[in-house]
Nanobody
Framework: QVQLVESGGGLVQAGGSLTLACAASGRTFGNYAVGWFRQAPGKEREFVAGISWSGGNIGYANSVKGRFTISRDNVENTIYLRMNSLKPEDTAVYYC????????????????WGQGTQVTVSS
């Protein structure tokens, strides 16, 4: 398994931008797909974006498509989530998670999770 640490969360006004980072440790991180998930108070954890081990396969939840961009740097062992045009409904704790090869949109499919980073979007 890999160890994951998220960073980059914070408070931003609606319409603003943030970039989250997910730093991974482990020599074979390049073999892992990564998903970004989020969880708002009282709600279930939901899929936001995913990227395959090679970066060649990427997907987004409909709610963030066109506003969020996921990318990875396998040399730096870091996954990024660039979030533009943020809305108050994007407020949540954001988590990155890793699994071998391909990403899925199901939290139960992931064996490694970070501790989460809070994103708060004010109206």
């Amino acid at each position: 398994q890999v160890q994951l640490v998220e960073s980059g969360g914070g408070l931003v006004q609606a319409g603003g931008s943030l970039t989250l980072a997910c730093a991974a440790s482990g020599r074979t991180f390049g073999n892992y797909a990564v998903g970004w998930f989020r969880q708002a108070p009282g709600k279930e954890r939901e899929f936001v974006a995913g990227i395959s081990w090679s970066g060649g396969n990427i997907g987004y939840a409909n709610s963030v498509k066109g506003r969020f961009t996921i990318s990875r740097d396998n040399v730096e062992n870091t996954i990024y989530l660039r979030m533009n045009s943020l809305k108050p409904e994007d407020t949540a704790v954001y988590y990155c998670a890793a699994r071998h090869a391909v990403y899925t949109n199901l939290p139960a499919d992931y064996g490694s999770w970070g501790q989460g980073t809070q994103v708060t979007v004010s109206s």
